[in-house]
């Protein structure tokens, strides 16, 4: 008690600092509360101030099971390509952790999750999904300070608004969270697990005196600790624990613990941001009673890793002694997404395994940030303006607003634009040194002194020095920038003589306004501009590139279309040419045919209900219309490509490419399914491939279309077993500008997606939907319905897979003929992205576009398994030394039995 109070002691002799500045004060906090509007110390003694930022706008929120007062604030960003940071003043050489939450609350009212990114200085820290409106959403990072100040910058929304609900900083001392690689590297943080704990809760400051989150294991979650042994047991003590060392783990968290009565500890869970290189470490303390004759020793145990479990634990001989700590780990170890681990008890051990806490935290490479970054934050410092306090790296991950980039791995700015900023002063001399630069705009300030030589910037085309109060002379130095097209310097109080060189460059140049400069030896006074007049265009203005809808190029159109949709060609005879034309019998056109008589859909006749129709003029001379709607207008590798169309009499035929495998559906449990069905890899290329046309469809077109039947049936696969969709027969156009079309509700059971049923409002993720069961499809082998396969009371896949795969149960559905010819990592991506696409709103399940990156990350994560299951002799056993489940436990004596020393190194110090 004492002890706390002390502390808020200390917190307000140190108020002030912290209000006007973030800088960090013993003992090294700072809280942001976002959107806050005054300083107030909340419940566990933390002081927070608001945020001080010039940009972003605040809002209020209410979570009905979230009543912090920080959290009832927040400040969103716009949507746009800048970034916005927080400049935090921070001790150099001192290790920090920062930890940046979310709680999106629903603030904009549009219930649109937003999805961002965040970064550290240059280097991108993660993406914010929000997947839940109530739900918070933390994020820590350990990093070593290597400058005064850090920034943390939120960028580039995908959907929603940026925003932040608090940032926090927390200084720790000593050589806690020391690693080798701290000067290339930032720890993200994965998991910090306290076992055996009493609630829910987790325990932080101030029984954290670095407060960090130390998360309960009774904890419920998905993919959070299952598969746990039933003789686990909790125990716990009230005797004081000897944590002073190594990374200082609460005491409250080491006084609880985990023992495994019946002899072994097994827990499995997902590590967000792995697979990947981490730090890892368990924190031991022997807590209970054990009687002289007893003992407890254990060893760790990972699936498919012999190795590391030759080492053995015994708590009270390695700590030296009851109620002290003992912290081995890994200071670099490869780790998998999905984590199973566990200890069991030696024979001759008469105790189980005991586990008080755990930490896992991935590696994050630093991002070195554009070569300008160092001269840029030199800039900045002589200006005060909101502009100058953008922080973060000038270019990443996304430039201040008033400079551009190139795009190279390790940026340079080209352009500089500081046009009528009321800028006062010299030149600053650190724009010379932006080597990089092709563009300077300082026009329309109050700038004085003389030009100063930009010779370093040999790229320089382009100044703007115009209407300031520059004195000095022109100078000759100007004359050695080869590439320079433009030089303005009108209206300043320049003076002396043009250099020659400049009057006899090819060049845009003004110098008039500046009544003592002269034309040098001709002594005009006379304002000139001589030179070539290059156009003074500041930004290349990207090609918007369109899809090409039509073949080759061809215009879009913009209506709304009914349903059920076809190509159909008109043949219309003209009158005049009446001699050459043939029986009135219909004929069957080609594509190519019908491009080459429309002179590739050249010129548009005519827009009807159904389609733009085109004129065209046969071969023969007869000039026909055609009509085009949607089928003939995509074209993309993953769907079926339309071919042509033929209507004879009353019967009317469309022509598709043949698909030599048929469809999705026969191979995963039809009748060829028997004895060969396709192996997982195969599967997930098929996702890849369907999901690619989709994303056609839905990204690709103008309108965007959306098929509204996606099934197993509606996938097709070609000789080589390439996906592609097909049938585009129920597909509408997504109006522009309105995000979803009502209609008559189209689909096949079991994919339809329940919210486009009960509302009959389409929108893309009704096809997202649609996938999702598809994707469980691939997992399971099951159909969407059955009256049989899903047990009592469920007849559908999605509530099936769900129910499993949320009690972490995922073998339970994985398709039986798979046998275990997949890895488990990359069927757990699968499973959780299929479970995503199926939520019961739309605006919870990802894009397609979303759902085809987690494919290919599984398509990659597949094949370095398969890799490594086909076995390569001694190249394999080294290589799953390296990259399989390998959090291990070791007594540092053991350690130097495994093979690698590099990979697999107890931190115990
Ligand atoms: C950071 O520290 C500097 C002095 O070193 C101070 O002038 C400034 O106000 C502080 N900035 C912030 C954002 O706290
Ligand atoms: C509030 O409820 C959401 C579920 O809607 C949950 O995810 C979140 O963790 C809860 N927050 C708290 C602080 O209990
Ligand atoms: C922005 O986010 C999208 C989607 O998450 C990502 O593909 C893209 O690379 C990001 N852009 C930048 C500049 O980080
Ligand atoms: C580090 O901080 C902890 C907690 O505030 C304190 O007990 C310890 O003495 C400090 N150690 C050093 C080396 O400063
Ligand atoms: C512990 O092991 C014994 C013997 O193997 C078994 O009978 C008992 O059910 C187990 N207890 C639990 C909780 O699993
Ligand atoms: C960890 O080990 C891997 C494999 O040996 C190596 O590539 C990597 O650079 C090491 N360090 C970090 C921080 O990942
Ligand atoms: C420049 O100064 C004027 C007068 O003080 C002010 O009205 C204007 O907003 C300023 N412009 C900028 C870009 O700061
Ligand atoms: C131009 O030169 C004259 C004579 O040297 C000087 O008096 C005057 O102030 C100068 N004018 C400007 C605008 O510099």
Same mark, same amino acid.
């Given at each position: 008690m004492a002890h706390k109070k002390l502390f808020l002691l200390l917190f307000f002799l140190v108020f002030p600092f912290l209000l006007d500045?973030?800088?960090?004060?013993m003992p090294g906090f700072v809280s942001l509360d976002c959107g806050g509007t005054e300083s107030y110390t909340d419940e566990i003694g933390l002081i927070w101030s608001p945020d001080p930022l010039a940009y972003g706008e605040t809002v209020n929120i209410k979570v009905a099971n979230e009543t912090r007062r920080q959290y009832t604030t927040l400040r969103h960003f716009p949507a746009d390509s800048r970034k916005y940071c927080y400049n935090l003043n921070v001790t150099s050489r001192t290790r920090y952790l920062i930890r940046a939450t979310f709680l999106y609350g629903n603030f904009d009212n549009s219930n649109v999750y937003p999805k961002f990114d965040i970064s550290l200085g240059a280097t991108h820290w993660e993406t914010i999904v929000i997947s839940d409106a109530n739900a918070l959403e933390v994020r820590e990072l350990i990093f070593l300070a290597t400058s005064p100040t850090i920034s943390m910058c939120l960028s580039n929304a995908t959907t929603g608004k940026p925003f932040i609900s608090t940032l926090e900083l927390r200084q720790f001392n000593g050589?806690?969270?020391?690693?080798?690689f701290e000067e290339e590297f930032y720890l993200t943080v994965s998991a910090r697990i306290n076992f *055996? #704990?009493?609630?829910e809760a987790p325990v932080r400051y101030p029984d954290d005196p670095f407060d960090r989150l130390w998360a309960s294991d009774s904890l419920k979650k998905a993919? =959070?600790?299952?598969?746990?042994?039933?003789g686990t047991k909790k125990v716990s003590t009230k005797m004081p624990i000897?944590?002073?060392?190594?990374?200082?783990?609460p005491e409250i968290v080491m006084q609880t613990a985990v023992v495994g009565t019946n002899g072994s500890l097994t827990y499995r869970l997902n590590l967000d941001g792995f697979p990947g290189s981490g730090w890892a470490v368990t924190y031991f303390s022997e807590i209970e009673d054990l009687a002289s004759d007893e003992s407890r020793k254990f060893r760790l145990q990972l699936p498919g890793n012999s190795d590391i479990g030759k080492a053995i634990v015994n708590i009270e001989e390695n700590a030296q002694g009851k109620y002290r700590l003992y912290e081995p780990g890994y200071t670099n170890i490869s780790l998998p997404f999905v984590l199973s681990f566990g200890f069991v008890k030696l024979s001759d051990s008469s105790r189980g395994p005991l586990l008080n806490a755990m930490e896992i935290n991935k590696y994050l490479k630093k991002?070195?940030?554009?070569?300008?970054g160092p001269i840029a934050a030199n800039l900045v410092l002589h200006f005060s303006s909101d502009w100058a306090q953008?922080? *973060?790296?000038?270019?990443?991950?996304a430039s201040w607003s008033w400079i551009r980039c190139n795009t190279d791995l390790q940026p340079r700015i080209v352009l500089v634009k500081l046009s009528s900023q009321n800028l006062t002063g010299?030149?600053? !001399?650190?724009?010379?040194?932006?080597?990089?630069?092709t563009e300077l705009w300082l026009d329309g300030n109050s700038l004085t002194g003389p030009i100063p030589d930009?010779?370093?910037?040999?790229?320089?085309?382009i100044i703007h020095l115009e209407n300031n109060q520059l004195t000095g002379?022109?100078?000759?130095?100007?004359?050695?920038?080869?590439?320079?097209?433009e030089l303005y310097v009108q209206n300043n109080k320049l003076s002396g003589t043009v250099p020659n060189g400049l009057l006899n460059k090819d060049l845009a140049l003004d110098y008039s *306004?500046?009544?003592?400069?002269?034309?040098?030896?001709?002594?005009?006074r006379t304002n000139i501009i001589i030179g070539?007049?290059? *156009?003074?265009?500041?930004?290349?203005? #990207? #090609? !918007?590139?369109?899809?090409?809808?039509? $073949?080759?190029?061809k215009k879009k159109s913009n209506e709304q279309e009914p349903p059920g949709q076809s190509l159909s060609v008109q043949k219309l005879v003209s009158s005049k040419s009446d001699a050459h034309a043939p029986s009135e019998v219909a004929h069957c056109f080609t594509f190519s045919e019908i491009e080459d008589a429309t002179k590739n859909f050249e010129k548009k006749i005519g827009s009807g209900g159904f389609g733009v129709v085109y004129y065209g003029k046969m071969k023969d001379g007869k000039e026909i219309a055609v009509k085009v709607t949607l089928l003939s207008r995509i074209h993309h590798r993953n769907l079926v490509q339309f071919l042509g169309y033929c209507q004879e009499d009353a019967r009317s035929m469309l022509v598709y490419e043949f698909m $030599?495998?048929?469809t999705l559906k026969e191979h995963l449990?039809?009748?060829?399914?028997?004895?060969r069905s396709i192996n997982w890899i195969k599967r997930l290329e098929i996702a890849e491939d369907s999901a690619k046309g989709i994303e056609y469809l839905h990204t690709g077109c103008i309108p965007a279309i959306i098929h509204r039947d996606l099934k197993t049936s509606n996938i097709l696969l070609d000789k080589h077993m390439r996906a592609k969709v097909a049938d585009f027969g129920l597909s509408k156009l997504a109006v522009d500008g309105v995000s979803h079309v009502s209609s008559i509700v189209r689909g096949t059971v079991g994919y339809l997606d329940p919210e486009y049923y009960i509302s009959q409002q389409l929108t893309d993720k009704s096809d997202v939907y649609s996938f999702g069961v598809i994707l469980l499809e691939l997992i399971s082998?099951?159909? #969407? !319905?059955s009256n049989e396969n899903f047990g009592v009371n469920c007849r559908n896949i999605v509530q099936w897979a769900k129910l499993h795969i949320e009690s972490g149960n995922i073998q339970g559905i /994985?398709?039986?003929?798979?046998?275990?010819? =997949?890895d488990i990592q990359s069927m757990w991506k699968i499973a959780e992205r299929a479970l995503m696409c199926v939520q019961p709103h739309g605006h919870m399940r990802p894009s397609i576009s979303e759902v085809l990156k987690e494919i290919q990350e599984a398509i990659a994560l597949e094949k370095e398994a398969a890799i490594m299951r086909a076995g390569y002799s001694d190249e394999t056993s080294r290589y799953s030394a390296h990259s399989s489940l390998n959090i291990g436990i070791v007594g540092a004596d053991h350690?130097?039995? /495994?093979?690698?020393?590099s990979i697999a190194r107890p931190s115990a110090r």
């Open positions: 500045s973030s800088s960090a004060q050589s806690v969270y020391y690693t080798e *055996g #704990a009493d609630s993919n =959070y600790l299952v598969d746990v042994d039933p000897a944590v002073n060392k190594d990374e200082m783990p991002n070195e940030g554009s070569l300008d953008e922080g *973060g790296d000038p270019c990443l991950p010299n030149i600053p !001399i650190d724009l010379t040194k932006l080597s990089g630069l930009f010779t370093g910037c040999v790229d320089l085309s002379e022109l100078p000759s130095t100007l004359t050695n920038l080869p590439n320079l097209k *306004g500046n009544i003592n400069l002269s034309k040098g030896s001709g002594g005009s070539s007049s290059v *156009g003074a265009g500041l930004l290349l203005i #990207a #090609a !918007i590139v369109s899809c090409i809808c039509l $073949h080759k190029g $030599h495998n048929g449990y039809g009748p060829l399914t028997r004895g082998g099951q159909e #969407a !319905i /994985i398709d039986p003929t798979l046998r275990n010819d =997949y350690f130097l039995s /495994i093979d690698d020393e």
